[in-house]
């Protein structure tokens, strides 16, 4: 089957564009590369197009009190998405015509009146989270570490390892049928596998535990 414009941009592996910064609060926020994000769609899809939403020539929306808005649209293989973020600071809090201050538990923070390279950098940000919608670099807005791809292989050798594992322990705990066993328990998986292995654990340590006292 033919993949999809998502399915090929969702399984690339951004991780070596990204950038860490980390907010007053501690928490580390990610970020990709807007450059990079565009050469790698234009690499595969050089028709691709995007536009910065203007509003009366200017590329915002603006109210007194929520602060600033900015729109980007992007189209692929015929395939349009829109996506809007707000101005904020690297708290991601949002950006006004003038400072204002708010409380947190560590007292009063200012978030500074926005300029045109907060805005600037808005629209980019912006267009990258545009991207996200194509599937470029989406686990990261998900909160995963890598694409599903490398996940999805990732997992099959976690499972064909917990599998080895387990049928070890089944055949010296004595049993004659994994695979039926294996099914009684609902499958292998992340889940289920602790609870499998403490039974078999459990199983093997009762049989050395007669054998002695034989």
């Not at 089957?1 to 690339?12: G, H, P, R």
């Given at each position: 089957?033919?993949?999809?414009?998502?399915?090929?941009l969702?399984?690339?592996?951004?991780?070596?564009?990204?950038?860490?910064?980390?907010?007053?609060y501690?928490?580390?926020?990610?970020y990709?590369?807007?450059?990079?994000?565009?050469?790698?769609?234009?690499?595969?899809?050089?028709?691709?197009?995007?536009?910065?939403?203007?509003?009366?020539?200017?590329?915002?929306?603006?109210?007194?009190?929520?602060?600033?808005?900015?729109?980007?649209?992007?189209?692929?293989?015929?395939?349009?998405?829109?996506?809007?973020?707000?101005?904020?600071?690297?708290?991601?809090?949002?950006?006004?015509?003038?400072?204002?201050?708010?409380?947190t538990?560590?007292?009063?923070?200012?978030?500074?009146?926005?300029?045109?390279?907060?805005?600037?950098?808005?629209?980019?940000?912006?267009?990258?989270?545009?991207?996200?919608?194509?599937?470029l670099g989406?686990?990261?807005?998900?909160?995963?570490?890598?694409?599903?791809?490398?996940?999805?292989?990732?997992?099959?050798?976690?499972?064909?390892?917990?599998?080895?594992?387990?049928?070890?322990?089944?055949?010296?705990?004595?049993?004659?049928?994994?695979?039926?066993?294996?099914?009684?328990?609902?499958?292998?998986?992340?889940e289920?596998?602790?609870?499998?292995k403490?039974?078999?654990?459990?199983?093997?340590?009762?049989?050395?535990?007669?054998?002695?006292?034989?």
């Amino acid at each position: 089957m033919e993949k999809t414009v998502f399915d090929i941009l969702n399984n690339a592996n951004v991780n070596g564009h990204t950038e860490k910064v980390k907010t007053d609060y501690g928490k580390e926020l990610t970020y990709l590369s807007w450059a990079w994000a565009w050469a790698e769609v234009k690499k595969r899809y050089p028709d691709a197009n995007y536009e910065i939403e203007k509003f009366n020539g200017l590329p915002y929306v603006f109210d007194e009190l929520t602060g600033y808005m900015v729109y980007t649209k992007v189209t692929i293989e015929g395939i349009c998405h829109e996506m809007w973020l707000p101005v904020m600071n690297s708290n991601n809090k949002a950006m006004k015509a003038t400072p204002y201050t708010y409380k947190t538990k560590n007292g009063d923070k200012t978030v500074e009146a926005a300029t045109m390279f907060d805005i600037n950098k808005a629209i980019m940000r912006c267009l990258t989270k545009n991207l996200a919608m194509f599937g470029l670099g989406l686990y990261i807005y998900a909160g995963e570490d890598i694409p599903e791809a490398e996940k999805t292989a990732e997992e099959e050798v976690q499972l064909k390892a917990m599998t080895e594992e387990l049928k070890d322990l089944y055949i010296k705990a004595g049993g004659k049928n994994f695979e039926k066993w294996v099914a009684d328990c609902k499958g292998i998986s992340a889940e289920t596998y602790p609870t499998m292995k403490a039974k078999l654990l459990k199983q093997i340590n009762e049989s050395m535990a007669k054998e002695k006292k034989a």
